[in-house]
């Protein structure tokens, strides 16, 4: 049965010429788990916010939405609020009570329900989500995960038939985002529950979707399901949306080439399938164990890092703690950072993460310990919330104000201005409202300002959030070009794909501490959830293998010697 429909849905913002969207139609049965790909700006987000009817957003709107066969806009108010539930990208942009238990408890009562209904509705979620122990702190104490759990539980108190989710995991560490998609399975599943997820985390989500569609300029580019949508960028090498796929599917299109493509093997989808595809078809695979057996065991025996220079920031056994009677954030912490390095800081949500770069940002001091930074060198900051970052009323009057700041020639500003809008690629949103473009885009724009700046070293905490894989891949590119220059840049994240793919050097925090510190290879290497897709596939025959290049090369180099 249909639960939502789109005809020749089209949307313009205030002001822009192009179309956010542009003649959608597509429909959506009932308990289905449907998954919105695309780029940043591509308007994922602009068509989530018109199937929640009162997140609609200013503008120009042509097209009908029909959900269970009625127009979305003819639909009762309570209707439309109970049935239909959002959760948002940005954890802190749904919360508005002080506490856990009334933030469970706010819409219900703007419902209007009975006070033993609620009770006994809070009584269900707080068991299914182990709320029970947070039920009465404040939500500013929680984490990252622990907000968006919330965030959810309180949607799903009002019982929705149609859930929304707008990239829910892009703020929470790998296990925590695990977590959080499991869920989402288990109420499509036991509940037949219909979703609709706008996710760029694709590696757990696309396994789970009954259906996928693509987005491009508004448009919707291609649909069917996940299966179907690897084999049609394998066949039509549509090279542009290889990224959006799970890991193993790409390794699947690297190495097929060099197997019989009549057998139609079936496309593996997860770590289980990818790791039996390769012991089932590749006959070499004991080949690449030989062949790397050694290296392997080096990996394992080497000693620490080190760092031959002298470090250009570090802070010496850092204590913080944010209330005097609270507990300890940070404890006898220590970290270097070194010249032209690009080391990614990860860890659990809640770990400490986003106060280190505080301090390291000189926004914050610690109660013990000393942060010190060379003398003449400056850092630059992006913080966690993009949103921090804007004042002025277009993309363009926010970099131009901030080259001001910097004091930059008109001259020169307009050249490095249209530099970073070709990096960005912001030219097209360049007269929009800030508040009115993607987290994406949000996110690039305020890098962007940070950059203007010219510091010597970058602190950067999550700036890929809500970015597309083929943005990833120009910001990959604009680091590197920084650290040719001479730049230090330290990297607070979640990504593990990115981190493996560009850090010369990663560390986890934990327990207030750094407790591991390596090159990529071998810091992946020793994790069991904290790796990548890739690296657990394939970790039994090449241990340091962490991307799907690594692996297609040394199978090449494997196949050529055999």
């Known amino acids: 049965?249909?639960?939502?429909?789109?005809?020749?849905?089209?949307?313009?913002?205030?002001?822009?010429?192009?179309?956010?969207?542009?003649?959608?139609s597509f429909s959506v049965n009932e308990g289905e788990f449907v998954v919105l790909l695309g780029p940043s700006g591509c308007g994922k987000t602009t068509l989530l916010r018109h199937l929640k009817r009162e997140l609609t957003p200013v503008g120009t709107t042509a097209g009908v939405i029909r959900y269970k066969g009625q127009l979305l806009s003819e639909l009762p108010a309570e209707s439309a609020a109970g049935e239909i539930g959002m959760v948002f990208q940005n954890p802190d942009a749904q919360i508005v009570m002080d506490t856990v238990w009334h933030e469970l408890a706010f819409a219900m009562e703007n419902m209007g329900l009975e006070p033993a209904v609620m009770r006994s509705r809070l009584a269900e979620i707080s068991g299914l989500f182990g709320l029970e122990p947070l039920l009465y702190r404040s939500v500013h104490e929680l984490s990252g995960g622990q907000k968006q759990l919330l965030n959810l539980a309180s949607v799903l108190l009002l019982q929705p038939k149609l859930l929304l989710l707008d990239e829910p995991t892009s703020q929470l560490d790998p296990v925590a985002a695990r977590e959080f998609i499991q869920i989402l399975h288990r109420l499509n599943?036991?509940?037949?529950?219909?979703i609709i997820i706008s996710e760029h985390r694709l590696e757990e989500v696309l396994p789970l979707a009954d259906r996928v569609l693509l987005l491009t300029g508004g448009q919707l580019r291609a649909e069917g399901t996940p299966r179907d949508m690897v084999r049609r960028v394998g066949e039509e090498q549509l090279w542009p949306h290889l990224a959006y796929l799970p890991a193993a599917a790409r390794l699947f299109l690297a190495l097929s080439p060099d197997i019989d493509r009549a057998a139609e093997a079936p496309v593996p989808l997860t770590v289980r399938d990818g790791k039996r595809w390769l012991q089932e078809t590749l006959p070499h695979l004991a080949a690449l164990e030989r062949n790397n057996g050694k290296a392997a065991t080096g990996a394992q025996e080497a000693g620490p890092h080190t760092q031959p220079e002298a470090?250009?920031?570090?802070?010496?056994?850092?204590?913080?703690r944010y209330r005097k009677d609270g507990p300890e954030v940070l404890k006898k912490l220590s970290?270097?950072?070194y010249p032209g390095?690009?080391?990614?800081?990860?860890?659990?949500?809640?770990?400490?993460?986003?106060?280190?770069?505080?301090?390291?940002?000189?926004?914050?001091k610690p109660q013990r310990g000393k942060v010190e930074m060379n003398k003449g060198l400056t850092a630059g900051y992006l913080a966690q919330n993009p949103l921090l970052y804007f004042s002025q009323d277009t993309v363009q009057e926010e970099l131009e104000h901030m080259?001001?700041?910097?004091?930059?020639?008109?001259q020169t500003a307009r050249e490095e201005i249209a530099a970073l809008l070709g990096v960005f690629q912001l030219?097209?949103?360049?007269?929009?409202?800030?508040?009115?473009?993607?987290?994406?885009?949000?996110?690039?724009?305020?890098?962007?300002m940070v950059l203007l700046?010219?510091?010597?070293?970058?602190?950067?905490?999550?700036?890929?959030?809500?970015?597309?894989?083929?943005?990833?891949e120009k910001l990959a590119a604009l680091l590197q070009l920084l650290r040719d220059r001479g730049m230090s840049i330290l990297i607070v994240t979640h990504d593990v794909e990115f981190a493996a793919s560009y850090a010369t050097r990663c560390a986890m925090l934990f327990d207030g501490g750094i407790t591991a510190e390596s090159p990529p290879e071998r810091f992946f290497g020793a994790n069991f959830f904290y790796t990548t897709a890739v690296n657990r596939m394939v970790r039994d025959w090449l241990p340091e293998a962490l991307t799907v290049e690594e692996v297609a090369r040394t199978w090449s180099n494997s196949v050529s010697r055999s």
């Open 1 to 24: 049965m249909e639960i939502l429909a789109t005809e020749c849905l089209s949307f313009r913002y205030p002001d822009q010429d192009r179309a956010a969207l542009d003649e959608l």
């Open 189 to 194: 599943q036991e509940m037949s529950m219909t």
């Open 311 to 320: 470090a250009v920031m570090s802070c010496r056994e850092v204590t913080f």
């Open 335 to 337: 970290l270097s950072l």
């Open 341 to 364: 390095e690009l080391l990614m800081l990860m860890g659990g949500n809640g770990a400490g993460k986003s106060t280190l770069l505080q301090l390291l940002a000189g926004l914050a």
């Open 403 to 410: 080259a001001h700041y910097a004091g930059m020639t008109e």
């Open 427 to 448: 030219r097209e949103v360049l007269q929009s409202h800030p508040q009115d473009i993607s987290g994406g885009q949000q996110q690039q724009t305020a890098l962007a």
């Open 453 to 472: 700046l010219k510091p010597d070293i970058l602190l950067l905490d999550e700036p890929t959030k809500g970015l597309d894989p083929g943005a990833k």
